[in-house]
T-cell receptor
Framework: ELKVEQNPLFLSMQEGKNYTIYCNYS?????LYWYRQDPGKSLESLFV?????AVKQEGRLMASLDTKARLSTLHITAAVHDLSATYFC??????????FGTGTSLTVIP | EPEVTQTPSHQVTQMGQEVILRCVPI?????FYWYRQILGQKVEFLVS????????KSEIFDDQFSVERPDGSNFTLKIRSTKLEDSAMYFC????????????FGSGTRLTVV
């Protein structure tokens, strides 16, 4: 079974600081997705990464994909309180289902 | 922006009862999915559906579960003989092309089995 692991599971960071969330997965896949989930809410699509070396940026978030290392990163630049949420990566191996990571709960402290 | 709509937002049911969770996918999407998330845990795949049949299903999706597209707009998940451990948030998702373009998730139905 495909395993998707994220670290850290919990992240508390001060406003203005930078940090990276890591997503490792256990089998070959060229498609990786990042989602954001606010408490009690649905999953909001952040990034779709479809090839090795893909890098996408939106505001203070930047995601990258290294398919050879089976690793994706979500980098947070100059964090603000509004970024507090749980972030999930997901790998799509078959085209018919996502395997979600364990999630990283981010709290940005003023 | 187009949305995936799920009803009800919260359903409480007694153990052993049947529930139907409803979803209206985005109108031009062809691929439909159900996922669930037990409180505080990761999101788990249940089933994918395309061209009026199940494309793939997980081990969780056993005979207790069924899906249906009864008309051109709705996509339903039926859970028979509910158990306490079925309590979770159930998310419907849809996709235009399936592979590669990501999903749009609905706002979810919180199912509580008592």
């Amino acid at each position: 079974e495909l395993k998707v692991e994220q670290n850290p599971l919990f992240l508390s960071m001060q406003e203005g600081k930078n940090y990276t969330i890591y997503c490792n997965y256990s089998t070959t896949s060229d498609r990786l997705y990042w989602y954001r989930q606010d408490p009690g809410k649905s999953l909001e699509s952040l990034f779709v990464l479809l090839s090795n070396g893909a890098v996408k940026q939106e505001g203070r978030l930047m995601a990258s994909l290294d398919t050879k290392a089976r690793l994706s990163t979500l980098h947070i630049t100059a964090a603000v309180h509004d970024l507090s949420a749980t972030y999930f990566c997901a790998v799509d191996k078959t085209g018919n289902q996502f395997y979600f990571g364990t999630g990283t709960s981010l709290t940005v402290i003023p | 922006e187009p949305e995936v709509t799920q009803t009800p937002s919260h359903q409480v049911t007694q153990m052993g009862q049947e529930v139907i969770l409803r979803c209206v996918p985005i109108s031009n999407h062809l691929y439909f999915y159900w996922y669930r998330q037990i409180l505080g845990q990761k999101v788990e795949f249940l089933v994918s559906f395309y061209n009026n049949e199940i494309s793939e299903k997980s081990e969780i999706f056993d005979d207790q579960f069924s899906v249906e597209r009864p008309d051109g707009s709705n996509f339903t998940l039926k859970i028979r003989s509910t158990k306490l451990e079925d309590s979770a948030m159930y998310f419907c998702a849809s996709s235009e092309q399936g592979q590669g373009d990501g999903y749009t998730f609905g706002s979810g139905t919180r199912l509580t089995v008592v």
